[in-house]
């Protein structure tokens, strides 16, 4: 019998062997590549179809997500209620998402449910109509919902801060004013929808406990689509960085707050450095033990939370540390992290500091890893972002590998305020 009065040995997380399920493999008819994670103990599933239609391949802003959102918002046999109604009678969930180069439809529904539900979502890929009345709702919700948040500053830092680093005309950079929502026309979406989801390259991936069926079901309902008929062409946009490296921008001038953005270019994901530069980013403001919450919140009290990030775009990526704080206190925020940068590039981490880090990213990493849905998500980013299965093995034993001295290395070339750009907004 176990002998509850001992205590069990504790155990480091960077001393557990992590190993990424594979998934399964598999094309349909029409040579659309379906990667599926077959596990889990409840009658549950998800499918993604993700479409290179995002806002990389719109020819005019707001043209991809205004076409995602409007996906299921009417075809020619059903209203936007009676979609909403239908996937509402089985149970299910089904939502699209538009970032900088994808755009996705997800469903999530109960196994049993599947061969219910997928011939809706044929019908979306092929005869979604964007009724002029819903693109209208749409207009109006959506300046609604700019105005209410261009009068917040961290609103205007968020999107003001990628405009510095990539230029206000590349995806990464660009952001909506009002008149660009009265710009759209309902003829612009649909060619938009014909050539990038009805004609478009889709990647599927599902994960859950799948019906026997599977395969067949997918092949009937999607196999003979007419998606990746021709190569998908992945157009060029120029960063052209903004030659200000500070600035500092008044928004409301009765407030109490302003809002701090810190940021600058750094390795893409799929460049072996950025793994090294995640576990300094951890180190340096990633977690609620970081140094900038340790030094700026818990020592300082200048704000409730500050944390850094590395921006996981495909073509082009940044650090940036990012934080709102009293309008008194904004230029001593500003001052503090660039002493933490400092004390980065001239000492090394302590031992017992740098193995909470590692412990931390493992254990974070053991968490994401836990269920088929996290799995099949941790793989779709690989992919998308072409990488593999090694890429993976590779940032597992960067974490557990990686010194002090490497770290000081990764300060002293990527956390220099020089390099930074310096945005506050207030």
Same mark, same amino acid.
């Not at 594979?22 to 549950?44: I, S």
């Given at each position: 019998?176990?002998?509850?009065?001992?205590?069990?040995?504790?155990?480091?997380?960077?001393?557990?062997?992590?190993?990424?399920?594979?998934?399964?493999?598999?094309?349909?008819?029409?040579?659309?590549?379906?990667?599926?994670?077959?596990?889990?103990?409840?009658?549950?599933?998800?499918?993604?179809?993700?479409?290179?239609?995002?806002?990389?391949?719109?020819?005019?802003?707001?043209?991809?997500?205004?076409?995602?959102?409007?996906?299921?918002?009417?075809?020619?046999?059903?209203?936007?209620?009676?979609?909403?109604?239908?996937?509402?009678?089985?149970?299910?969930?089904?939502?699209?998402?538009?970032?900088?180069?994808?755009?996705?439809?997800?469903?999530?529904?109960?196994?049993?449910?599947?061969?219910?539900?997928?011939?809706?979502?044929?019908?979306?890929?092929?005869?979604?109509?964007?009724?002029? %009345?819903? =693109?209208?709702? +749409?207009?109006? !919700?959506?300046?609604?919902?700019?105005? *209410?948040?261009?009068?917040?500053?961290?609103? #205007?830092?968020?999107?003001?801060?990628?405009?510095?680093?990539?230029?206000?005309?590349?995806?990464?950079?660009?952001?909506?004013?009002?008149?660009?929502?009265?710009?759209?026309?309902?003829?612009?979406?649909?060619?938009?929808?014909?050539?990038?989801?009805?004609?478009?390259?889709?990647?599927?991936?599902?994960?859950?406990?799948?019906?026997?069926?599977?395969? %067949?079901? =997918?092949?009937? +309902?999607?196999? !003979?689509?007419?998606?990746?008929?021709? *190569?998908?062409?992945?157009?060029?946009?120029? #960063?052209?960085?903004?030659?200000?490296?500070?600035?500092?921008?008044?928004?409301?001038?009765?407030?109490?707050?302003?809002?701090?953005?810190?940021?600058?270019?750094?390795?893409?994901?799929?460049?072996?450095?950025?793994?090294?530069?995640?576990?300094?980013?951890?180190?340096?403001?990633?977690?609620?033990?970081?140094?900038?919450?340790?030094?700026?919140?818990?020592?300082?009290?200048?704000? +409730?939370?500050?944390?850094?990030?590395?921006?996981?775009?495909?073509?082009?990526?940044?650090?940036?540390?990012?934080?709102?704080?009293?309008?008194?206190?904004?230029?001593?925020?500003?001052?503090?992290?660039?002493?933490?940068?400092?004390?980065?590039?001239?000492?090394?981490?302590?031992?017992?500091?740098?193995?909470?880090?590692?412990?931390?990213?493992?254990?974070?990493?053991?968490?994401?890893?836990?269920?088929?849905?996290?799995?099949?998500?941790?793989?779709?980013?690989?992919?998308?972002?072409?990488?593999?299965?090694?890429?993976?093995?590779?940032?597992?034993?960067?974490?557990?590998?990686?010194?002090?001295?490497?770290?000081?290395?990764?300060?002293?070339?990527?956390?220099?305020?020089?390099?930074?750009?310096?945005?506050?907004?207030?």
């Amino acid at each position: 019998m176990l002998n509850r009065s001992i205590a069990p040995d504790i155990k480091d997380a960077v001393a557990y062997q992590i190993a990424l399920k594979k998934p399964e493999l598999f094309q349909l008819d029409n040579g659309v590549t379906v990667y599926n994670v077959q596990a889990g103990t409840e009658e549950v599933v998800q499918i993604e179809w993700v479409f290179k239609a995002g806002n990389w391949f719109e020819q005019k802003k707001l043209i991809a997500s205004a076409s995602n959102f409007l996906l299921k918002n009417g075809t020619s046999s059903k209203s936007a209620y009676e979609i909403n109604e239908f996937v509402d009678f089985y149970g299910a969930y089904l939502n699209r998402s538009c970032y900088n180069e994808t755009a996705v439809v997800s469903l999530h529904c109960l196994s049993k449910q599947l061969a219910h539900i997928l011939p809706l979502v044929q019908e979306l890929f092929l005869d979604a109509i964007m009724p002029e %009345e819903e =693109l209208m709702i +749409y207009k109006q !919700n959506m300046k609604q919902r700019l105005a *209410v948040n261009l009068k917040k500053c961290d609103f #205007i830092a968020g999107r003001k801060i990628d405009a510095l680093l990539f230029g206000d005309k590349h995806p990464y950079g660009v952001y909506s004013e009002m008149n660009d929502y009265d710009a759209l026309t309902r003829e612009e979406l649909i060619q938009h929808y014909d050539s990038f989801y009805k004609n478009g390259h889709c990647t599927i991936f599902s994960a859950g406990i799948l019906p026997n069926d599977y395969r %067949e079901l =997918l092949n009937k +309902y999607f196999g !003979n689509l007419p998606f990746n008929k021709t *190569v998908s062409k992945d157009l060029e946009h120029s #960063i052209v960085p903004s030659p200000e490296k500070k600035l500092n921008i008044l928004n409301d001038p009765d407030g109490v707050q302003g809002a701090i953005r810190i940021a600058r270019p750094c390795p893409i994901p799929s460049d072996p450095v950025f793994q090294k530069l995640q576990v300094l980013n951890v180190l340096f403001g990633g977690f609620f033990g970081s140094r900038l919450m340790t030094n700026i919140r818990e020592d300082k009290g200048y704000t +409730y939370g500050i944390y850094s990030y590395l921006m996981n775009h495909i073509h082009a990526s940044a650090i940036l540390i990012s934080t709102e704080a009293g309008r008194d206190v904004c230029e001593a925020t500003v001052k503090e992290v660039y002493h933490e940068m400092e004390q980065l590039r001239l000492h090394e981490v302590g031992k017992d500091e740098l193995l909470l880090v590692k412990n931390y990213l493992i254990g974070t990493l053991l968490g994401d890893l836990d269920g088929p849905f996290h799995i099949i998500g941790r793989w779709k980013n690989l992919i998308l972002h072409g990488m593999t299965e090694d890429h993976f093995n590779y940032y597992i034993d960067t974490i557990k590998s990686i010194s002090s001295k490497e770290l000081k290395q990764l300060a002293e070339e990527y956390l220099n305020p020089s390099d930074y750009y310096e945005l506050v907004v207030v």
